[in-house]
C-alpha cells in the first residue's frame, strides 16, 4: 500500500491501482473490504452528480445522505430559488375551466380539506368569480 497525492507513472494507471481516501479505508476497517467501499462511494458520487432539480427531496435525501431540510435547501438551489406555489384561487378556477364541478370533486382532485375547499368557494363566489349553480355545484362565470 503507497499514500500519495501524486500521480505516479506506471502505477497510478495499472488497472490493479486503487485511488481512495483516507475515509474509504478507514470505513472498509482494512485492505479486505476496501474495493467494497470504494465501489459504494463511486457509485454514490456518479449518482449524485445525476441529481438535477427535478429529482425527489427522497432521492436526494438518500443518495447525499442528509436531512429533509438540507435535501430541500439543495432542491431549492438547484432549481434556481423557491418553487411558485399555485393559489387555491387558481387551482380551483383551473379545474372549473373544464365545466361545472361539484365541490367534492374538487376536494378529491386538491386534496384539501373540504372546510379550506368550501371557504375559497365562498369567496370566489362573493367576489363573482364563479357561480353556485345548485348546492355543492359550481362553476365559472360565464361572460
Excluded: H
Excluded at 64 to 89: P, V, W, Y
Aim: glycine share 8%; aromatic share 4%.
Amino acid at each position: 500500500m503507497l499514500l500519495t497525492s501524486l500521480a505516479l507513472p506506471d502505477v497510478t494507471d495499472r488497472p490493479e491501482t486503487r485511488l481512495f481516501d483516507w475515509e474509504d479505508f478507514e470505513i472498509a476497517g482494512g485492505l479486505d473490504k476496501l474495493p467494497e467501499v470504494i465501489a459504494t462511494r463511486q457509485r454514490f458520487e456518479v449518482e449524485s452528480a445525476q441529481l438535477t432539480a427535478q429529482s425527489s427531496r427522497q432521492e436526494v435525501e438518500r443518495v447525499l445522505g442528509c436531512s429533509s431540510r438540507k435535501a430541500n435547501r439543495i432542491l431549492k438551489e438547484l432549481r434556481g430559488g423557491n418553487i411558485r406555489r399555485i393559489s387555491f384561487q387558481e387551482q380551483i378556477l383551473t379545474f372549473l375551466s373544464n365545466g361545472e364541478k361539484k365541490a367534492s370533486e374538487i376536494t378529491a382532485t386538491l386534496g384539501s380539506s373540504p372546510q379550506s375547499v368550501g371557504n375559497e368557494l365562498k369567496r370566489l363566489v362573493d367576489i363573482g368569480e364563479i357561480v353556485k349553480i345548485r348546492r355543492g355545484v359550481y362553476a365559472l362565470k360565464k361572460g
